[in-house]
C-alpha cells in the first residue's frame, strides 16, 4: 500500500534519512521506533510531502507521490497526527473535527453565501461523521470546548478523531502515546485496533513504547541515524543486537 | 449559564441559537429602522458611517480575525471601490450594476495582491500591502484623464430606478440594507466549509495543508473577499462624502480600520459591529474634549492619530479579545454572579512548541 525505495534527504549537513526502503502492506499495523533523532518523524514529513526527497520514490496504492503538493496528500486518503499536536488551538473540538472533512466538501463560496439547502445537508452529514468520531473516542465531554483549555492527553486524542474524520486509507501516528497517562495509553491500545479493524484503516506508527509496539503491531522498522537497522516482528526487533546497540548509544 | 440543549443538527448550524437571542437581533435591526424617525441628520449621518465602517470592518475582519494575515493596505481597496463605481456610474451605469461591478473588480485586484504576497507573514505583508496603498494612491493622483487626479471627481447623485436616494434617510436605509446582506452572507461563509477553512489557515498552516486544504487557493480567496467587500463599502462610501480626492483616503484610513477590527475583537463579527461603533464615535469624543485642552497641544494637531495609536496599542496589549470579548466576560460574569471567578478566563499554560516542523 505504500512503499518508500531508497529515500535519502538531508538538511544542511545532516543525513536525516539515508536509502531507506519500507513497504507497508494494506491492513496492517506497521510501526517504526528508534532513538531521538533517529529521523522517524522525517519519514512522516516525507510522506506528507512537508520535505522534498533528495532521492529514491514514495509511492501510495502504487502511484508515485514524490511530487504531489502537500494539500493534495489528503485526497489521496493519507492523513496524520503530529508529534507535538497541531490542533486549531481557538476552536472547539466540534469545530476541529468539522475542519477536517474539507476533502469532503462538494460545494462553492457561492452556494455557501446563500447558504442553500444543499449546504445545510452537507452540514448536517459533517456533524453526523463528526458526532461518530467522538462516540468512538469518547469525546462527549469535550464536544464544545476549545482545544487551548483541554490537557495535553485529551488534545492528542483529538488530533486523532482528526484525521479519522478525514476517511483515510492510511494513517500515520507520531509518537501517539507521549504524554498520555497509562490509562490513556491503554485506551489508545484498544483505540488503535478498532481503528485498524473495525474503520479498515492502515496504520503506520512511530512510537517509543515497546509495550504497546509490541500489542498492537504486526511489524517494526528499527531505525538509527536514518538508516534502517531492522524490520520484523516485535519481538525479533526488540531483541536485535543492533537495536540493542542503538539504545544502548554504542 | 445558558445550556443550550442541542436537540438536532439544525440547532447547532442555525445563525441564532436559541429564541431569546434572535429575539434580541430582531429588536435591535428593528431599532435601527425606525431610528430616522426620531434622529436628526446628524446622527442619521453618523450611523450611514458606522454601517459603511462597518462593511469595510467585515471585509478586514475576514482577512485579519479569520485567515489571519495582516493588511495595511485595505484604504486601497475601499479608494479603488469608490472610484471605480463613481467612474462607471458618471458613465451611465445603473447603480445596481457599477456597485457590484466595482466590488467585482476590486475582488479582482485583491487576488493579485493575494497571489503576490503568498510567501509573506506578519510584518513583511504588512510592509507589501502597505507600499501597494501607496502605489494606489499615487496612481488616483497621477491619471487625471480617468480620476479627476488632485482636483477632484465628482460623484453623481444616487438613484435607484429612477428614485432618488440622496436625502440622508434613503441613503441610511441604502446602507443598512447592504449592510445586513453583507453580514448574511458572511455569517453563512463563516458556518460552511470555506469559512472553516480560513480558521484552519490562521491557527495551523500545516495542519491545514495535512488536511487537504490548499494554501495559495484560500489566502487568495480571503484577500478576494477581503477586498471585494471593502470595495463595496468604498462605493457606497463615494456617495456619502460626495467629492472623490486622493486624500480622502490616507493610511490614516487603513489604520482605523485595522484599528476596528483589534478594538473589536479579531474573529468576531459582534467584534466589528463594536468596532464600527468605536472608530465612529472616537472623533466626536475628540472634538468635545478638544475645547477642554490647552491650545497649544490641540493646535499642534496630530490629536486623533495619537488617540487612535494610543488605543491600539493598549488593546493589543490588555485586552487582545477586544471589546467583544469583554463583553462576553462582563456577561458571564452576571450570569454566574456571585459566583464568578476571575481565573476562568486564565489561558492555560500552552506547551512548548520545537521550532522545527513536527
Ligand atoms: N527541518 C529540519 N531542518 C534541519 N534539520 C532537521 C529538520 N527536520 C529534522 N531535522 C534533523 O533530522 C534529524 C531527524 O529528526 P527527526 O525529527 O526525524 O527525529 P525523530 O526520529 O522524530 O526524533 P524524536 O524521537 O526526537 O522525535 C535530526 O537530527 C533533526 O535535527
Ligand atoms: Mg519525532
Known amino acids: 500500500m505504500l512503499e518508500a525505495e531508497g529515500i535519502s534527504v538531508s538538511f544542511g549537513g545532516v543525513h536525516a534519512i539515508q536509502d531507506l526502503s519500507f513497504k507497508v502492506e494494506k491492513g496492517e499495523i506497521f510501526s517504526i521506533m528508534g532513538p531521538n533523532g533517529a529521523g522517524k518523524t522525517t519519514v512522516f514529513n516525507l510522506i506528507s510531502r512537508f520535505y522534498d526527497v533528495d532521492e529514491g520514490r514514495i509511492a501510495f496504492e502504487g502511484e508515485d507521490i514524490t511530487k504531489v503538493s502537500p494539500h493534495a496528500i489528503a485526497r489521496k486518503g493519507i492523513a496524520r497526527t503530529f508529534q507535538n499536536v497541531e490542533l486549531f488551538e481557538h476552536e472547539t473540538v466540534l469545530k476541529n473535527l468539522l475542519i477536517a472533512q474539507h476533502i469532503h466538501k462538494k460545494t462553492s463560496v457561492l452556494t455557501e453565501f446563500l447558504f442553500t439547502p444543499k449546504v445545510r445537508k452537507q452540514e448536517i452529514a459533517f456533524r453526523r461523521k463528526a458526532e461518530d468520531v467522538i462516540d468512538l473516542l469518547h469525546l462527549q465531554n469535550y464536544r464544545e470546548t476549545t482545544v487551548d483549555s483541554l490537557p495535553f492527553g485529551i488534545r492528542k486524542i483529538v488530533e486523532i478523531g482528526r484525521a479519522l474524520c478525514m476517511d483515510p486509507k492510511l494513517l500515520l501516528l507520531d509518537e501517539p502515546s507521549s504524554g498520555l497517562n497509562p490509562e490513556e495509553s491503554e485506551d489508545l491500545s484498544f483505540w488503535i485496533e478498532d481503528i485498524n479493524e473495525d474503520l479498515g484503516i492502515t496504520i503506520v506508527m512511530v512510537e ?23 524490520t520484523g516482528n516485535p519481538e525479533e526487533v526488540r531483541v536485535h543486537p543492533d537495536v540493542v546497540d542503538a539504545y544502548l548509544g554504542t | 449559564m445558558r445550556f443550550v440543549l442541542k436537540t438536532n443538527y439544525g440547532r447547532d448550524i442555525d445563525i441564532f441559537k436559541h429564541r431569546a437571542h434572535a429575539a434580541w437581533y430582531i429588536v435591535l435591526i428593528g431599532l435601527l429602522i425606525i431610528a430616522p424617525l426620531f434622529l436628526d441628520v446628524f446622527y442619521e449621518t453618523q450611523l450611514t458611517e458606522l454601517f459603511i465602517w462597518a462593511i469595510a470592518g467585515a471585509g478586514l475582519m475576514l482577512l485579519v480575525g479569520y485567515t489571519g494575515l495582516v493588511s ?39 487576488v493579485l495582491i493575494g497571489v503576490a504576497s503568498l510567501r509573506m507573514t506578519g510584518i513583511y505583508l504588512a510592509i507589501a500591502t502597505l507600499a501597494f496603498a501607496m502605489i494606489v494612491e499615487k496612481v488616483l493622483a497621477h491619471w487625471p484623464a480617468l480620476t479627476g487626479g488632485h482636483s477632484g471627481f465628482r460623484v453623481d447623485d444616487p438613484t435607484l430606478f429612477g428614485l432618488s436616494l440622496d436625502s440622508s434617510t434613503a441613503y441610511y436605509y441604502t446602507c443598512l440594507t447592504v449592510l445586513l446582506f453583507v453580514f448574511l452572507a458572511v455569517i453563512n461563509l463563516l458556518r460552511s466549509p470555506t469559512g472553516r477553512s480560513f480558521i484552519a489557515v490562521r491557527d495551523s498552516e500545516i495542519s491545514a ?19 471585494a467587500l471593502t470595495g463595496l463599502a468604498g462605493a457606497l462610501y463615494a456617495h456619502r462624502i460626495g467629492f472623490l480626492f486622493p486624500d480622502a483616503f490616507t493610511i490614516m484610513t487603513s489604520i482605523m480600520l485595522l484599528m476596528l477590527v483589534v478594538v473589536g475583537g479579531l474573529g468576531s463579527l459582534h467584534g466589528v459591529v463594536f468596532g464600527a461603533f468605536f472608530i465612529t464615535i472616537v ?76
Open chain 2, 283 to 358: 472623533p466626536q469624543i475628540i472634538a468635545i474634549v478638544r475645547d477642554w485642552l490647552p491650545t497649544e497641544l490641540v493646535q499642534r494637531g496630530g490629536l486623533e492619530p495619537l488617540t487612535f495609536g494610543a488605543v491600539l496599542i493598549l488593546f493589543l496589549v490588555f485586552e487582545p479579545l477586544g471589546f467583544y470579548g469583554r463583553w462576553v466576560k462582563v456577561r458571564l460574569f452576571f450570569s454566574q454572579f456571585p459566583l464568578y471567578r476571575k481565573k476562568t478566563f486564565l489561558r492555560q499554560k500552552s506547551y512548548l512548541k520545537t521550532e522545527r516542523v513536527h
Open chain 2, 209 to 227: 495543508q495535512a488536511l487537504g486544504v490548499n494554501l495559495l487557493r484560500t489566502k487568495t480567496l480571503a484577500f478576494a473577499l477581503s477586498a
Open chain 2, 72 to 110: 495595511l493596505g485595505h484604504v486601497a481597496f475601499m479608494a479603488l471601490g469608490a472610484y471605480i463605481h463613481a467612474i462607471l456610474y458618471s458613465r451611465g451605469w445603473p447603480l445596481v450594476l457599477s456597485i457590484p461591478a466595482s466590488a467585482i473588480m476590486t475582488g479582482g485586484i485583491g
Open chain 1, 208 to 230: 517509543h513504547d515497546m509495550n504497546l509496539i509490541g500489542q498492537v503491531s504486526n511489524r517494526v522498522l528499527a531505525m538509527a541515524d536514518g538508516k534502517e537497522l531492522t
